[in-house]
């Protein structure tokens, strides 16, 4: 709720902050338990800072993140720590996430034997359970993580991940490293462990094909701020926001009689240090009216559940 993350990014000659990058200001969203929700925008949005800001790897700067009612931001670390297996991640790059010097089995039962999650005597057995949901054969139990390709080695993060009972996974990219032929079977392990224990996924991605193949909910995010949400078919079959239109208008149609209106964005993204004032689409916009440039729009609900920020929807 009211998410906010800032970066300080200039200081006077005592060290107090004097200029800030606003890389999530003021972003809200709920994730019902069992749901994805998808967060997509082009690199700098602020999507993986949300994620960070969730799991406390970034202390927030204002806002709260409930957690089955909790306050993550108010937890002491001791609290936290107890809580930690409940919420994980999974990051982008199953290359340098996994260390070189430990085999698959100690990746996956390190972390199970710090948070007693079963008796050690039970430790390998659970552990080649883990594989075994993870599509990891047995035998991988004695290797190590050089000897796999980029897909296994995302196969063994998430074990890793799981081995912990969490409800709640921010998956940050997690395909966007692997060949296009490897990333439905990420995928689609992803949904079937969803299916099974009924998972929480955040689920950060600038792929569009792949956040619409997952998510039930998704946000758009521009320069720190979310944009547009919606149920997942309001957003793909109806966008509202023009920078939600101009993203999915770059995805190629694989369907040749399906025409979509090519909308190209003028200039580069702004600085997220010096966004522009009013709306900070409004540099790039199509539809930028005199408002747009003083003022910013709000976040409103437009129809059930599909909220935009635009002063073109009153
Ligand atoms: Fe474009 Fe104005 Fe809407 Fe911003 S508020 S997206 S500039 S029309």
Redesign the pocket.
């Known amino acids: 709720q009211h998410l906010k993350k800032y970066f300080t990014i200039g200081t006077d000659l005592f060290g107090h902050p004097t200029q800030y990058l606003k890389a999530v200001d003021d972003v809200s969203f709920d994730i019902p338990q069992g749901t994805t929700m998808g967060l997509v925008g082009e690199s700098g949005c602020g999507k993986t800072t949300i994620g960070r800001t969730i799991l406390r790897l970034h202390e927030l700067t204002d806002g709260k993140v409930l957690f089955n009612g909790q306050d993550l931001a108010k937890l002491s670390k001791r609290k936290l720590r107890n809580l930690r297996p409940q919420i994980q991640i999974i990051f982008q790059d199953p290359y340098s996430s996994l260390s070189p010097r430990l085999t698959v089995g100690s990746i996956i039962g390190e972390a199970v034997s710090a948070h007693n999650i079963v008796p050690k005597s039970a430790l390998k057995e659970y552990v080649l359970r883990v594989m075994k949901d993870c599509g990891l054969q047995p035998h991988y139990y004695e290797r190590y993580p050089h000897e796999f390709s980029g897909g296994q080695r995302q196969r063994i993060c998430i074990a890793r991940a799981i081995a912990l009972r969490p409800r709640f996974i921010v998956c940050d990219e997690p395909v966007s490293a692997l060949d296009v032929s490897i990333q439905a079977q990420i995928i689609n392990l992803l949904k079937d462990l969803q299916d099974k224990y009924d998972y929480t996924y955040l689920f950060i991605s600038h792929d569009l094909s792949v956040v619409e193949h997952i998510s039930d909910a998704v946000g758009v995010m521009y320069l720190g701020n979310m944009v547009e949400y919606g149920a997942n078919e309001d957003i793909f079959n109806n966008p509202l ?3 939600t239109k101009a993203l999915f208008s770059a995805v190629p149609m694989p369907d040749p009689t399906v025409k979509m209106k090519r909308v190209i964005l003028q200039g580069d993204l702004p600085s997220p240090a010096n966004p522009p004032k009013g ?1 900070k ?2 540099t790039r ?1 199509p ?3 005199e408002i ?1 440039k003083t003022q910013a ?1 709000e976040f409103k609900e437009i129809t059930e559940g599909h909220k935009v920020a ?3 929807y009153k």
């Open positions: 926001h023009p920078y709306c689409f409004c916009c539809e930028c009216m747009c729009p635009c002063h073109l």
